[in-house]
């Protein structure tokens, strides 16, 4: 058998480890009470949660560096609008200050005189709303809408239908008297170019944001808007109506957190419960119920300390890092089993510190390894542009750190104080000392209750659990059977199939909808604006960002090629463009001005304002008013009705600008977070590769055979590509939430893999088959409960009224599914067809006579001492 170990790291870490186990032994009242301590001091960074929350919806899910960001300082610094100028919700670059409602008409058409009434109706209810400032002074709608023509900018569309109504002519559509009416008139059935019927219609109430003092009250006209207006709407008959704020969906996201916390408790309730159900034993000494409870207290701990310190620091918490004391209890959980099943597998009448030393010892590497890959995993998402994916990670990365030392402490100190307690035989409740088992002759249910210490004889370890048992007489031998390979084989051939399949058809993006919770008001507003004004996209700003000689013929005829460019694009409608400069060589024509000298086209255009004013906003000056230091025109996208539309649109439009001679730059404030199709599958790919990497390196370091480290990495892409694949077919799309959960794949998907990798090179026996039913026989059960116990940690999510904390759910579901089968069904196979190699008997024997030997080394006196005291019980 050719020897092919890496065990450079692994042997010194077994050694550091076994030292530790009985340092925490001797010491288990010092290592159980000082993380107590150290939690209860670091908690109190919990005080300064509402100051570090970010919950600002563009800053955590837009890439940090997106290009509309750097477009909209160009814009917001050459372009900037006041509203004592004729206002234009166009030439916005933000979304604004406004509210807005859709009126759908119960029929087949509101253009009828009782719907529109009844719109009327609504619109002067909305216009009648006032506020009072903290001095008492009544603001009316009136005194803070954007102006236009010293009036308030109105909705054109209600003088339109109003005329048509009662002069009975009809509506061209998508322009009505030189007005594009596309995003107000939406469901249309048109006969020609005229307006047959119509479904719904869309008013907006655009508010002034000059100052912070006009902003704020604006902002608490919103607030009374959302108070008052859903009372306005009882009593319709022929309409129904959803309506939408610029503030709307800020404050829906902030309310998700008060509906998430309550699942925490039922969280660790039902983790308390799996890990003692889990550890109960009929004998009253050997049963491990306080083992298994202050293990889930342990993660708890862990979440306490890594929170707290964090918030200390001053670390941003975004929403979605909510999910993290889910996901933390379930990797405690995991590695507390690990831990228990290496106790159980000791020598009950070895000394407690030796003991403690052999599971030490045994789970050192396999927890080490679950550890290192979670929290590089975390670590390596730090990488990406999304502030809310950095949040989760820090956090879970250094809260996960946290968990692996409250294991080996906490938790190790609980092992042995239990360990203590079995050693005297006391009662697992009453702590009072009872029979032995192997004593006692009394009836089962006198044993049951008063008697205990019972173990195996023959190799004086504790009793196993059946499932032990049935891992090694019966699942074992059939998964390694030849036949079972072969059916085992043909169906992950399927799987892979069905994953890349998947993976090939996953979309795109975060749908801004899913950021409020299930039930909410805004959800109807999106789908009657999804449903009835899909027709026509984002009004796209095309700006000129340099001096241009715009007098010049050879440069207007470059800015027409581009404009022409621009409009010929599947995503642009040419008919609905805007151009300042069309309109002047237009006007200069018929009014026989000569424009192409400098001084006559910068000395006519206040003519040109003069017929419209508007392109007076369109148009930046240098100081000296000598020169034009930027423009801009308007182009209008149409079909821009799924992600995927808005991602190619997106492209495409500034692909256009930059190969134009002129420079050129496209921007739309919805373009913030278009952004996220541009980076996040570069992103995610380089997440995974760089961690599947790192994983690499870590088992290669960890687990002393090289071919069982590279099958470890290629199980963690297997149950990834699965995981992406499944994304696809139960409507995740892959967006920023999402690829946290993949970063959390990689992590998870290792420790599945690791510890039957582990457990298959470190066995005994000769045959790839036996060491696989070995490796099945000392850790399937554990991985089983580390699966369920981590279901059941996230379980609870799936009934969240929430899109993120459910798309947690689903993924960790599918990672923790397909981790646990390659764990317990793939993994075992392929490592017999491809196993060349393990740990060298010598090696093994070697090195067990050197941990014996720790035993007995200078830490003697420690355990002499402990001894002493071995009175002591837990």
């Known amino acids: 058998m050719p020897r092919c170990q890496t065990d450079c ?30 939690s209860a001091v670091l908690g109190s960074g919990f005080s300064s949660l509402p100051t570090n929350e970010s919950n600002d919806i563009e800053e955590q899910f837009t890439p940090i560096h997106g290009p509309a960001k750097t477009e909209r300082e160009f814009i917001k610094k050459h372009f900037p609008t006041t509203d004592s100028e004729t206002f234009s919700g166009q030439r916005l670059y933000t979304e604004g200050t406004f509210a807005s409602f859709i009126a759908v008409s119960k029929g087949d058409n509101i253009l009828t005189t009782a719907a529109f009434k009844e719109i009327l109706s609504l619109d002067d209810d909305v216009k009648q709303l006032s506020i009072n400032n903290r001095q008492g002074i009544t603001y009316s709608y009136s005194s803070l809408c954007t102006r236009m023509a010293n009036s308030c900018f109105g909705n054109e569309i209600l003088n339109i239908i109003n005329h048509s109504l009662e002069a009975n002519t009809r509506i061209s559509y998508p322009t009505m008297n030189q007005t594009f009416i596309g995003l107000a008139v939406g469901g249309v059935d048109l006969d020609g170019n005229y307006i047959k019927k119509a479904k719904a219609i869309k008013l907006d109430y655009y508010l002034q944001e000059d100052n912070d003092d006009i902003k704020n009250l604006s902002l608490l006209w919103l607030k009374n808007f959302l108070q008052e207006f859903p009372n306005k709407l009882k009593n319709q008959r022929s309409i129904m109506v959803s309506y939408f704020t610029s503030v709307t969906r800020q404050e829906e996201f902030e309310e998700t957190p008060k509906k998430i916390i309550p699942l925490f408790s039922v969280t660790y309730f039902l983790s308390i419960f799996f890990s003692i159900l889990s550890c109960v034993r009929l004998d009253c000494v050997r049963n491990k119920f306080w083992v298994a409870a202050l293990g889930v207290i342990s993660a708890g701990l862990a979440v306490l300390s890594g929170f707290g310190l964090l918030l200390y620091c001053g670390m941003k918490f975004a929403i979605n890092t909510a999910n993290a004391p889910f996901l933390i209890l379930g990797i405690g959980v995991d590695d507390m089993f690990v831990m228990l099943a290496s106790w159980q597998k000791t020598k009950v009448t070895d000394e407690v510190e030796d003991r403690l030393a052999d599971t030490y010892a045994e ?12 929290v590089l995993a975390f670590y390596i998402g730090i990488m990406t542009p999304f502030r809310s994916v950095q949040s989760f990670c820090v956090y879970t990365g250094t809260t996960v750190l946290f968990c692996f030392i409250y294991n080996i402490t906490f938790f190790g100190a609980v092992l042995a104080l239990n360990g203590r307690r079995e050693a005297s035989n006391r009662h697992w409740l009453t702590f009072r000392k009872v029979e032995s088992d192997h004593e006692s002759e009394e009836s089962k249910c006198y044993a049951m209750c008063c008697v205990g210490g019972a173990y195996d004889s023959e190799t004086g370890t504790e009793i196993e659990h059946p499932i032990y048992f049935f891992f090694k007489k019966y699942y074992g031998p059939c998964l390694t059977n030849i036949w079972a390979k072969a059916i085992v084989v043909v169906l992950y051939i399927g799987y892979l199939s069905i994953s890349i399949y998947g993976c090939l058809n996953i979309k795109e993006g975060i749908d801004l909808r899913n950021l409020a919770f299930d039930g909410s008001y805004v959800i109807k507003f999106y789908d009657d604006q999804s449903a009835y004004f899909s027709k026509h996209g984002p009004r796209v700003m095309v700006a000129v960002t340099e001096p241009v000689e715009y007098w010049d013929s050879t440069a207007q005829d470059e800015i027409e090629t581009c404009m022409g460019r621009l409009e010929n694009s599947s995503y642009v409608d040419p008919e609905l463009s805007e151009s300042w400069l069309r309109v002047y060589i237009d006007l200069s024509k018929k009014m026989s001005m000569d ?7 910068m000395g006519n255009l206040s003519t040109l304002f003069q017929i419209v004013p508007l392109f007076k906003q369109d148009i930046r000056f240098s ?45 739309h404030p919805a373009f913030i977070y278009f952004d996220q199709y541009l980076v996040i599958v570069s992103n995610t790919i380089q997440n995974v590769v760089v961690a599947a990497s790192v ?3 870590v088992a290669l370091f960890l687990i002393p055979n090289l071919m069982c480290s590279v099958w470890v990495t290629l199980s963690t892409a297997s149950v990834l590509v699965g995981v992406a694949g499944f994304m696809a077919f139960w409507s995740v799309n892959l967006d920023s939430i999402s690829m946290i959960n993949l970063v959390i794949c990689i992590g998870f998907s290792v420790d599945f893999s690791a510890h039957i990798s582990y457990a298959f090179v470190s066995s005994d026996s000769e045959s790839a088959n036996e060491r696989s039913v070995d490796a099945l026989y000392s850790l399937g059960y554990p991985i089983i409960q580390g699966a369920l116990s981590t279901i059941l940690g996230v379980i609870v999510l799936a009934a969240a009224a929430s899109y993120i904390f459910r798309t947690f759910f689903k993924i960790m579901f599918l990672v923790i599914t397909f981790g646990a089968v390659h764990g317990l069904i793939l993994l075992p196979v392929f490592l017999t067809l491809s196993a060349s190699c393990r740990k060298s008997n010598s090696a093994k024997s070697d090195k067990t006579m050197s941990l014996s030997k720790i035993h007995v080394s200078s830490d003697e006196a420690l355990a002499q001492k402990m001894r002493s005291d071995s009175n002591t019980v837990f």
């Open 9 to 38: 790291v692994e042997w010194p870490l077994r050694r550091a480890f076994s030292k530790l186990g009985i340092l925490v032994s001797n010491y288990a009242w010092y290592f159980l009470t000082f993380p107590l301590i150290l």
């Open 363 to 374: 789970a050192a590497v396999s927890v080490t390894i679950t550890t290192l890959t979670d």
């Open 595 to 601: 424009i192409h000298e400098k001084n006559a086209f």
């Open 623 to 667: 100081e000296s008013k000598q020169q034009i230091n930027a423009s801009r025109f308007f182009i209008q996208t149409i079909n821009i009705n799924t992600s995927v539309a808005e991602k190619n649109m997106l492209n495409e439009l500034r692909k256009l600008a930059e190969e134009c001679e002129i420079p050129l730059l496209v921007y």
């Open 695 to 697: 994983m690499l390196i």
